[in-house]
């Protein structure tokens, strides 16, 4: 007999709730977009326990769309943070505050 | 809490505890870190951890590409912008923005954490059964997986390599530097320029 499934459920809400504080109260760009890592993570877990629990493959292939979707997120975000701090060096998340550069 | 967990085997108990134990610090680890490239490599971290928990739970393919795409490209990525950028930043994490913001965060935090728990652990999910293929069938785990992604969701599957060709043709646009015109900028572009761009695509 394996873990009960609530215990992982569990432990993703404590990961999404870490990831939702983080993003919450870093000012780095680059740690906050970690941050949103960590809560598509803790997503991507919960799909697997439900994926499982149900008995559907359905969960697992979920899972795959958003690892995909992530890496594009991720090249395209960090396009943008490199653009942002090549024109202003120090800035943080509350530097960037309006929409022309 | 117990009751729960007298119905595991020893070995499945002492790969959740230490998988989740890692999870848990590794995530701490990147809130907390001053350092961005300390985040970076506790992310590292949490995200091994899941993939134990997905080998525990009989997902080996998800398993593997977690390690690959996410350890192998996502977080060297992260790695290499904050290279680029210069690592000796360092942020004070105590520094609140408008007065009370680590109150209003952390308030915040307990408020999302209960709710998500009461949706996990209530059993409030449907029950409904393998819409798109059962997980019980006695086939390897990549091969149903392949199966479900070739049948059924064949169109998403189609619209994602799309989304990676925009991607990329979006890491380009934006990766270029923004002074110059587009004719003078291919003439006197830096080679440092140019080798950026490239690694930017050649990770992704």
Redesign the interface.
């Known amino acids: ?4 499934g ?17 993003l ?5 760009v ?2 906050m ?3 949103v ?2 809560m598509l ?1 803790a997503a ?3 799909f ?11 969960g ?2 979920a ?3 958003v ?10 975000g ?6 942002i ?2 024109r202003r ?2 800035a ?1 998340a ?1 530097d960037a505050n309006v929409l022309k550069g | 809490m117990g009751a729960l967990l007298a119905t595991a085997t020893l070995p499945d108990l002492a790969t959740f505890v230490v998988a989740a134990v890692i999870c848990v610090t590794g995530a701490f680890g990147v809130v907390l870190s001053r350092n961005p490239v300390h985040a970076a490599l506790s992310l590292v971290a949490t995200l091994f951890g899941i993939a134990v928990l997905f080998v525990e739970e009989n997902a080996q393919f998800l398993a593997a590409v977690q390690v690959i795409v996410y350890t192998g490209a996502i977080v060297v990525l992260f790695l290499f912008v904050i290279m680029l950028l210069g690592v000796d930043r360092r942020e004070r994490v105590i520094a609140d923005q408008f007065h009370g913001q680590h109150y209003v965060a952390g308030g915040l935090g307990a408020l999302i954490l209960a709710e998500v728990l009461l949706l996990g652990t209530g059993h409030w999910s449907t029950g409904a059964r393998a819409t798109s293929g059962a997980l019980s069938r006695p086939i390897p785990n990549v091969d149903q997986l392949g199966r479900s992604i070739f049948t059924t969701y064949l169109l998403p599957f189609e619209i994602t390599s799309a989304l990676l060709v925009v991607a990329v043709i979006a890491a380009v646009v934006l990766a270029r530097s923004h002074e110059t015109s587009p004719l003078e900028d291919t003439k006197d572009k830096s080679p440092g320029d140019a080798t950026a761009e490239r690694e930017e695509v050649g990770s992704k």
Not at chain 1, 24 to 28: A, D, H, S, Y
Not at chain 1, 78 to 83: D, M, N, S
């Open positions: 007999m394996t873990i009960d609530t215990w992982y459920l569990t432990l993703a809400a404590v990961l999404f709730s870490i990831g939702a504080v983080g919450l109260v870093r000012r780095n680059l740690v977009f970690m941050c890592e960590l993570n991507n877990l919960t697997v326990t439900f994926s499982r629990e149900l008995n559907d493959i359905g697992q292939v899972v795959f769309f690892l995909v979707v992530a890496a594009a997120e991720v090249v395209v960090l396009g943008i943070i490199v653009a701090f090549r060096p120090e943080t509350d």
